[in-house]
Protein backbone atom coordinates (compact mmCIF):
# COMPACT_ATOMS: atom_id res chain seq x y z
CA UNK A 1 0.00 0.00 0.00
CA UNK A 2 1.36 3.34 -1.00
CA UNK A 3 0.86 5.99 1.92
CA UNK A 4 0.74 9.07 0.39
CA UNK A 5 3.54 11.74 0.72
CA UNK A 6 1.59 14.12 3.45
CA UNK A 7 -0.17 11.52 5.35
CA UNK A 8 3.51 9.67 5.95
CA UNK A 9 4.82 13.48 6.98
CA UNK A 10 1.22 13.92 8.92
CA UNK A 11 2.05 10.97 10.76
CA UNK A 12 6.10 11.91 11.27
CA UNK A 13 5.13 15.02 12.57
CA UNK A 14 2.87 13.65 15.18
CA UNK A 15 5.10 11.24 16.38
CA UNK A 16 7.36 13.79 17.25
CA UNK A 17 4.73 16.12 18.46
CA UNK A 18 3.01 13.13 20.65
CA UNK A 19 7.06 12.65 22.22
CA UNK A 20 7.07 16.34 23.63
CA UNK A 21 3.82 16.43 24.94
CA UNK A 22 4.73 13.11 26.95
CA UNK A 23 7.71 15.17 28.29
CA UNK A 24 5.54 17.99 29.18
CA UNK A 25 3.10 16.19 30.79
CA UNK A 26 6.22 14.62 33.07
CA UNK A 27 7.71 18.30 33.37
CA UNK A 28 4.26 19.64 34.47
CA UNK A 29 3.52 16.86 36.94
CA UNK A 30 6.69 16.59 38.84
CA UNK A 31 6.59 20.35 38.92
CA UNK A 32 3.36 19.85 41.13
CA UNK A 33 1.03 21.61 37.93
CA UNK A 34 -1.27 18.47 37.78
CA UNK A 35 -4.23 17.61 39.97
CA UNK A 36 -3.91 13.66 38.80
CA UNK A 37 -2.92 11.49 41.98
CA UNK A 38 -0.44 9.00 39.61
CA UNK A 39 1.28 9.78 36.23
CA UNK A 40 1.10 7.34 33.81
CA UNK A 41 3.62 8.02 31.39
CA UNK A 42 3.63 6.53 27.05
CA UNK A 43 6.68 6.76 25.96
CA UNK A 44 7.50 4.50 23.31
CA UNK A 45 4.40 3.83 22.50
CA UNK A 46 3.01 6.93 20.87
CA UNK A 47 3.14 4.86 17.39
CA UNK A 48 -0.37 3.42 17.72
CA UNK A 49 -2.76 6.50 18.71
CA UNK A 50 -0.72 8.67 15.68
CA UNK A 51 -1.52 5.65 12.99
CA UNK A 52 -4.89 5.47 13.89
CA UNK A 53 -5.76 8.85 14.14
CA UNK A 54 -4.35 9.03 10.52
CA UNK A 55 -6.70 6.81 9.34
CA UNK A 56 -9.79 7.87 11.14
CA UNK A 57 -12.25 10.51 9.91
CA UNK A 58 -13.49 13.31 12.11
CA UNK A 59 -16.43 11.66 13.30
CA UNK A 60 -15.18 8.38 13.79
CA UNK A 61 -14.92 7.12 17.59
CA UNK A 62 -11.75 6.43 19.31
CA UNK A 63 -10.82 4.98 22.58
CA UNK A 64 -7.43 4.87 23.20
CA UNK A 65 -5.96 2.47 25.56
CA UNK A 66 -6.00 2.21 29.57
CA UNK A 67 -4.76 4.76 31.49
CA UNK A 68 -1.82 6.34 29.47
CA UNK A 69 -2.99 7.09 26.39
CA UNK A 70 -5.94 9.23 26.42
CA UNK A 71 -3.47 12.80 26.35
CA UNK A 72 -2.97 11.23 23.07
CA UNK A 73 -6.21 11.94 21.65
CA UNK A 74 -4.81 14.84 20.39
CA UNK A 75 -3.54 13.54 17.00
CA UNK A 76 -7.35 13.30 16.69
CA UNK A 77 -8.68 15.81 13.96
CA UNK A 78 -10.30 18.73 16.13
CA UNK A 79 -8.64 18.25 19.06
CA UNK A 80 -4.99 20.36 20.60
CA UNK A 81 -2.55 19.67 22.47
CA UNK A 82 -3.19 21.78 25.36
CA UNK A 83 -6.83 19.53 25.65
CA UNK A 84 -4.51 16.43 25.98
CA UNK A 85 -2.36 18.37 28.55
CA UNK A 86 -5.15 20.19 30.45
CA UNK A 87 -7.28 16.88 30.61
CA UNK A 88 -4.02 14.87 31.48
CA UNK A 89 -3.54 17.21 34.46
CA UNK A 90 -6.91 17.16 35.41
CA UNK A 91 -7.53 20.81 34.81
CA UNK A 92 -11.46 21.76 34.32
CA UNK A 93 -11.57 20.52 30.70
CA UNK A 94 -11.56 22.99 28.06
CA UNK A 95 -14.41 22.49 25.66
CA UNK A 96 -14.15 21.26 22.78
CA UNK A 97 -16.91 20.84 20.35
CA UNK A 98 -19.58 21.92 23.23
CA UNK A 99 -18.36 19.44 25.43
CA UNK A 100 -15.56 18.99 27.51
CA UNK A 101 -11.87 17.23 26.33
CA UNK A 102 -12.86 13.85 26.94
CA UNK A 103 -16.76 13.78 25.79
CA UNK A 104 -16.84 15.05 22.67
CA UNK A 105 -19.21 13.00 20.44
CA UNK A 106 -19.08 15.15 17.43
CA UNK A 107 -15.13 13.91 17.74
CA UNK A 108 -15.95 10.37 18.39
CA UNK A 109 -14.82 10.74 21.75
CA UNK A 110 -17.88 9.30 24.62
CA UNK A 111 -15.55 9.01 27.29
CA UNK A 112 -13.32 6.15 29.39
CA UNK A 113 -13.64 4.28 32.41
CA UNK A 114 -11.08 4.06 34.72
CA UNK A 115 -12.44 0.79 36.19
CA UNK A 116 -10.87 -0.68 33.25
CA UNK A 117 -12.83 -2.17 29.99
CA UNK A 118 -15.82 -1.42 31.55
CA UNK A 119 -15.94 1.34 28.55
CA UNK A 120 -15.72 -1.67 25.92
CA UNK A 121 -20.02 -2.00 26.20
CA UNK A 122 -20.10 2.19 25.61
CA UNK A 123 -18.04 1.75 22.42
CA UNK A 124 -20.02 -0.97 20.65
CA UNK A 125 -23.14 0.79 21.59
CA UNK A 126 -21.66 3.79 19.43
CA UNK A 127 -20.78 1.29 16.71
CA UNK A 128 -24.29 -0.23 16.90
CA UNK A 129 -25.58 3.45 16.96
CA UNK A 130 -23.40 4.19 13.62
CA UNK A 131 -24.33 1.19 11.97
CA UNK A 132 -28.68 2.24 12.57
CA UNK A 133 -27.73 5.95 11.68
CA UNK A 134 -26.10 4.43 8.55
CA UNK A 135 -23.71 7.57 9.48
CA UNK A 136 -20.62 5.42 8.20
CA UNK A 137 -18.76 5.74 11.30
CA UNK A 138 -16.30 3.25 12.49
CA UNK A 139 -15.54 2.78 16.02
CA UNK A 140 -11.37 1.99 16.88
CA UNK A 141 -11.56 0.46 20.80
CA UNK A 142 -8.06 -0.04 22.41
CA UNK A 143 -6.98 -1.75 25.43
CA UNK A 144 -3.86 -2.75 26.89
CA UNK A 145 -3.16 -6.62 27.58
CA UNK A 146 -4.00 -6.53 30.82
CA UNK A 147 -7.10 -5.33 30.33
CA UNK A 148 -8.50 -7.49 27.43
CA UNK A 149 -9.04 -10.09 29.77
CA UNK A 150 -11.94 -8.28 31.71
CA UNK A 151 -15.14 -9.41 31.28
CA UNK A 152 -16.90 -6.78 29.47
CA UNK A 153 -14.09 -6.85 26.87
CA UNK A 154 -15.25 -9.99 25.87
CA UNK A 155 -18.42 -9.14 25.79
CA UNK A 156 -18.26 -6.67 23.53
CA UNK A 157 -16.21 -8.86 21.43
CA UNK A 158 -19.07 -11.21 21.51
CA UNK A 159 -21.92 -8.61 20.96
CA UNK A 160 -20.06 -6.87 18.30
CA UNK A 161 -19.63 -9.94 15.89
CA UNK A 162 -22.92 -11.27 16.83
CA UNK A 163 -24.63 -7.78 15.51
CA UNK A 164 -21.75 -7.21 12.64
CA UNK A 165 -20.91 -4.05 13.50
CA UNK A 166 -18.11 -1.76 12.34
CA UNK A 167 -15.79 -1.61 14.97
CA UNK A 168 -11.70 -2.54 14.89
CA UNK A 169 -10.82 -3.92 18.37
CA UNK A 170 -7.03 -2.99 19.25
CA UNK A 171 -5.21 -4.71 22.07
CA UNK A 172 -2.08 -2.53 23.03
CA UNK A 173 0.24 -5.13 24.12
CA UNK A 174 3.20 -3.15 25.91
CA UNK A 175 3.91 -6.91 27.99
CA UNK A 176 2.86 -5.84 31.29
CA UNK A 177 -0.33 -5.16 32.97
CA UNK A 178 1.44 -2.81 36.26
CA UNK A 179 3.95 -5.69 37.26
CA UNK A 180 2.83 -8.58 35.80
CA UNK A 181 4.32 -10.10 32.81
CA UNK A 182 1.70 -10.68 29.89
CA UNK A 183 3.77 -13.85 29.12
CA UNK A 184 2.66 -14.97 32.91
CA UNK A 185 -0.92 -14.57 32.14
CA UNK A 186 -1.56 -15.68 28.26
CA UNK A 187 -0.87 -18.87 27.67
CA UNK A 188 -1.23 -18.62 23.47
CA UNK A 189 1.84 -16.37 22.22
CA UNK A 190 0.12 -14.65 19.80
CA UNK A 191 -2.98 -12.74 21.18
CA UNK A 192 -4.55 -12.29 17.62
CA UNK A 193 -5.50 -15.90 17.76
CA UNK A 194 -8.01 -14.88 20.49
CA UNK A 195 -10.14 -13.29 17.45
CA UNK A 196 -11.19 -17.16 15.64
CA UNK A 197 -13.07 -17.71 18.58
CA UNK A 198 -15.25 -14.91 17.95
CA UNK A 199 -15.90 -15.24 14.34
CA UNK A 200 -13.50 -12.14 13.07
CA UNK A 201 -10.21 -11.30 11.64
CA UNK A 202 -7.08 -10.85 13.75
CA UNK A 203 -3.59 -9.91 13.06
CA UNK A 204 -0.70 -8.97 14.94
CA UNK A 205 1.21 -6.01 14.03
CA UNK A 206 4.57 -4.66 15.33
CA UNK A 207 3.46 -1.59 17.25
CA UNK A 208 6.12 0.43 16.80
CA UNK A 209 6.47 0.64 13.09
CA UNK A 210 4.22 3.42 12.20
CA UNK A 211 4.07 1.96 8.57
CA UNK A 212 2.99 -1.50 9.36
CA UNK A 213 0.53 -0.13 11.62
CA UNK A 214 -0.84 2.36 9.30
CA UNK A 215 -1.69 -0.13 6.88
CA UNK A 216 -3.12 -2.58 9.28
CA UNK A 217 -5.58 -0.48 10.59
CA UNK A 218 -6.65 1.32 7.03
CA UNK A 219 -7.29 -2.87 6.21
CA UNK A 220 -9.30 -3.22 8.89
CA UNK A 221 -11.11 -0.27 9.16
CA UNK A 222 -12.20 0.27 5.88
CA UNK A 223 -13.80 -3.47 5.73
CA UNK A 224 -15.39 -2.08 8.93
CA UNK A 225 -16.89 0.93 7.39
CA UNK A 226 -17.80 -1.16 4.21
CA UNK A 227 -20.08 -3.79 6.44
CA UNK A 228 -17.47 -6.27 6.68
CA UNK A 229 -18.01 -6.10 10.53
CA UNK A 230 -15.52 -6.10 13.17
CA UNK A 231 -11.80 -7.18 13.75
CA UNK A 232 -8.61 -7.45 16.23
CA UNK A 233 -5.56 -5.76 15.84
CA UNK A 234 -2.94 -6.49 18.30
CA UNK A 235 -0.29 -4.11 18.21
CA UNK A 236 3.23 -5.33 20.37
CA UNK A 237 4.93 -2.69 21.70
CA UNK A 238 6.65 -1.94 25.24
CA UNK A 239 6.44 0.20 28.41
CA UNK A 240 9.58 1.64 28.18
CA UNK A 241 9.21 3.33 31.59
CA UNK A 242 7.52 2.49 34.96
CA UNK A 243 3.37 1.58 35.40
CA UNK A 244 3.14 4.98 37.06
CA UNK A 245 5.48 7.44 38.88
CA UNK A 246 6.68 5.73 42.38
CA UNK A 247 6.74 2.12 40.49
CA UNK A 248 10.45 0.89 41.17
CA UNK A 249 10.28 -2.08 38.02
CA UNK A 250 11.69 -4.41 40.66
CA UNK A 251 9.76 -7.09 38.51
CA UNK A 252 11.69 -5.75 34.96
CA UNK A 253 14.43 -8.62 33.62
CA UNK A 254 18.04 -6.51 33.50
CA UNK A 255 18.57 -5.47 29.85
CA UNK A 256 14.89 -6.13 28.32
CA UNK A 257 14.04 -2.15 28.86
CA UNK A 258 17.29 -2.02 26.18
CA UNK A 259 16.92 -3.80 23.98
CA UNK A 260 13.25 -2.27 23.17
CA UNK A 261 14.63 1.61 23.28
CA UNK A 262 16.51 -0.33 19.93
CA UNK A 263 12.65 -0.22 18.66
CA UNK A 264 12.11 3.48 19.87
CA UNK A 265 9.11 3.88 17.13
CA UNK A 266 10.41 7.90 16.85
CA UNK A 267 14.34 7.37 15.18
CA UNK A 268 13.14 3.85 13.18
CA UNK A 269 10.36 6.07 11.26
CA UNK A 270 12.91 8.82 11.06
CA UNK A 271 15.43 6.92 9.20
CA UNK A 272 12.44 4.77 6.76
CA UNK A 273 11.47 8.44 6.17
CA UNK A 274 14.54 9.79 5.04
CA UNK A 275 15.59 6.38 3.35
CA UNK A 276 12.73 7.60 1.33
CA UNK A 277 13.58 11.22 0.37
CA UNK A 278 10.36 11.46 2.40
CA UNK A 279 12.32 13.46 5.42
CA UNK A 280 15.43 15.65 4.98
CA UNK A 281 17.85 16.77 7.93
CA UNK A 282 16.17 20.58 7.66
CA UNK A 283 12.86 19.24 7.89
CA UNK A 284 13.79 17.30 10.78
CA UNK A 285 15.02 20.32 12.74
CA UNK A 286 12.38 22.60 11.68
CA UNK A 287 9.80 19.77 12.65
CA UNK A 288 11.20 19.01 15.95
CA UNK A 289 11.59 22.95 16.73
CA UNK A 290 7.90 23.71 15.50
CA UNK A 291 6.66 20.48 18.21
CA UNK A 292 9.01 21.70 20.80
CA UNK A 293 7.40 25.88 20.75
CA UNK A 294 3.66 24.03 20.32
CA UNK A 295 4.49 21.68 23.34
CA UNK A 296 6.16 25.08 25.26
CA UNK A 297 2.85 27.17 24.53
CA UNK A 298 0.33 24.43 24.83
CA UNK A 299 1.80 23.68 28.56
CA UNK A 300 1.42 27.76 29.13
CA UNK A 301 -1.87 27.42 27.60
CA UNK A 302 -3.38 24.95 29.50
CA UNK A 303 -1.78 25.95 33.24
CA UNK A 304 -4.14 28.92 32.85
CA UNK A 305 -7.22 26.29 33.00
CA UNK A 306 -8.10 26.15 36.23
CA UNK A 307 -7.59 22.69 38.48
CA UNK A 308 -11.00 20.82 38.99
CA UNK A 309 -12.85 21.69 41.84
CA UNK A 310 -14.00 18.19 43.96
CA UNK A 311 -17.24 19.54 43.59
CA UNK A 312 -17.12 19.40 39.39
CA UNK A 313 -15.10 15.94 39.58
CA UNK A 314 -18.21 14.68 41.24
CA UNK A 315 -21.13 16.96 38.95
CA UNK A 316 -18.94 15.42 36.12
CA UNK A 317 -18.63 12.09 37.07
CA UNK A 318 -22.52 12.06 36.82
CA UNK A 319 -24.04 14.64 34.60
CA UNK A 320 -21.62 15.32 31.99
CA UNK A 321 -23.65 15.45 28.74
C1 LIG B 1 -10.85 -3.25 36.60
C2 LIG B 1 -9.57 -2.63 37.05
N1 LIG B 1 -8.67 -3.39 37.70
C3 LIG B 1 -7.48 -2.87 38.10
C4 LIG B 1 -7.21 -1.54 37.86
C5 LIG B 1 -5.88 -0.95 38.32
N2 LIG B 1 -4.99 -0.79 37.17
C6 LIG B 1 -4.79 0.42 36.61
S1 LIG B 1 -3.76 0.32 35.30
C7 LIG B 1 -3.61 -1.35 35.44
C8 LIG B 1 -2.78 -2.14 34.47
C9 LIG B 1 -3.50 -2.37 33.19
O1 LIG B 1 -2.69 -3.07 32.31
P1 LIG B 1 -2.94 -2.99 30.76
O2 LIG B 1 -4.37 -3.18 30.45
O3 LIG B 1 -1.98 -3.93 30.13
O4 LIG B 1 -2.58 -1.46 30.39
P2 LIG B 1 -1.16 -0.71 30.57
O5 LIG B 1 -1.14 -0.17 31.96
O6 LIG B 1 -0.10 -1.71 30.32
O7 LIG B 1 -1.15 0.39 29.58
C10 LIG B 1 -4.32 -1.82 36.53
C11 LIG B 1 -4.35 -3.22 36.96
C12 LIG B 1 -8.19 -0.76 37.20
N3 LIG B 1 -8.00 0.54 36.94
N4 LIG B 1 -9.35 -1.32 36.79
MG1 LIG C 1 -0.14 -3.55 29.34
Redesign the pocket.
Known sequence: MAIPKEKSLEMYRNLVRARYLGEKIFEIFSAGGSNMVGL?RAVGEEAIPVAVCAVLRKDDYYKP????MHPYLFCKEGFTMRDGLAGEMCRALPKVGGHDTYISPELGVIGKS????EDGPMYVGAALSAKLRKSGQVVVYT?????AN?APVHESMVVAAALTLPIVFMI?D?Q???GTARSKVYKIKDLSDRAKGYGFPGISVDGNDVVALYETVKEYVDRARSGGGPGLIVAETY?LGA?SVGDAQIYRPKGEAEEWWKKDPLPRYRKTLMGKGILTDAMVTRIDADAKAEADEAGKAALQVPLISYEDHIKWAYDVL
Open positions: HSGVRGILGCGDGTRQNYGMRH
